[in-house]
């Protein structure tokens, strides 16, 4: 879904039959049909969106299903944001304006609720924002209080903030095991293919140049330094050295 609520209808809805069956309705024209999905690749699909593994989206569960097209906010909310989660006074359309109380986004209702986190135990963030468009979502100033006065929980705009936010004041155990770098796996294969009896004596004598025996220490010392970095530096590093791949 988009920032402003929105999906295509041609990747949400299905083609409807040409023998829908047709009716007026408050001066409209209705029309129904049953649902017929598709599978292929074991995947089930009423349309682009409406797809999953067969074995969850089941012929008992497709009977089950109604899919409305054609039912919307029936005013004007205009760049709405939070009016997708349920505060409809955010917005530049008419509600926006007419000064009606902001309340609490259902998916902040949730992130609040104790019958959704019984146990904080490990959970560093109660919900997760990130957005460059503005205000999605508001939260109750008092948790579980729907007539409290509400204000906006954090919103992240970069990963880097983020990945500061969930993980910035975690320290690694000193009892998990520790992975072996990259360096240490390809010289492990550098190891294997040098004793390898199979191994031709010139390709032998090749593999034990100089050059060779020195690329194991340069290149744990790179990954040594490149560790030191602050985070934010090795995501800065990391794309410095992807354009330098792609302009070399």
């Known amino acids: ?27 409209k024209n209705i029309r129904r ?5 598709t599978t292929s690749g074991g995947t089930t699909s009423l349309s682009e969106v409406l797809s999953a593994p067969s074995s969850v989206l089941t012929p008992s569960i497709v009977q089950k299903m109604s899919l409305l097209q054609g039912v919307d906010i ?23 304006k007419t000064g009606a109380k902001r309340t609490a986004t259902v998916d902040q209702v949730i992130a609040q ?15 997760v924002l990130m957005s460059h468009f503005g205000q999605l979502s508001y939260r109750s100033k008092v948790p579980g209080n ?12 970069s990963v880097d903030s983020l990945w500061t936010a969930l993980f910035g004041g975690a320290k690694p155990s000193s009892s998990a095991p520790q ?15 040098k004793t ?15 050059h060779c025996a020195r ?10 330094d490149f560790l030191q970095l602050p985070y934010k530096a090795r995501s800065n590093e990391i794309r410095w050295l992807r354009q330098l791949a792609i302009s070399g």
Request: include cysteine; proline fraction near 8%.
């Open 1 to 27: 879904m988009s920032a402003y609520g929105g999906v295509w209808a041609g990747k949400m809805f299905p083609s409807m039959p040409g023998g829908a069956q047709t009716m007026s309705y408050a001066g």
């Open 33 to 37: 049909a049953a649902l017929n999905p």
């Open 74 to 96: 029936p005013f004007d909310c205009n760049h709405h944001s939070a009016a997708t989660f349920g505060c409809y006074a955010q917005g530049d359309g008419k509600m926006g």
């Open 113 to 127: 609720s104790n019958a959704f986190y019984p146990d904080l135990n490990g959970v560093t963030q109660r919900s």
């Open 146 to 157: 729907p007539l409290s006065d509400v204000d906006l929980p954090p919103t992240y705009t």
């Open 179 to 193: 992975r072996q770098s990259i360096v240490d796996l390809v010289y492990n294969d550098y190891v294997r293919l």
């Open 196 to 210: 390898n009896p199979k191994l031709a004596s010139a390709d032998k004598a090749r593999l034990e140049e100089p």
């Open 215 to 224: 690329g194991r220490h340069q290149a744990q010392t790179v990954c040594d």
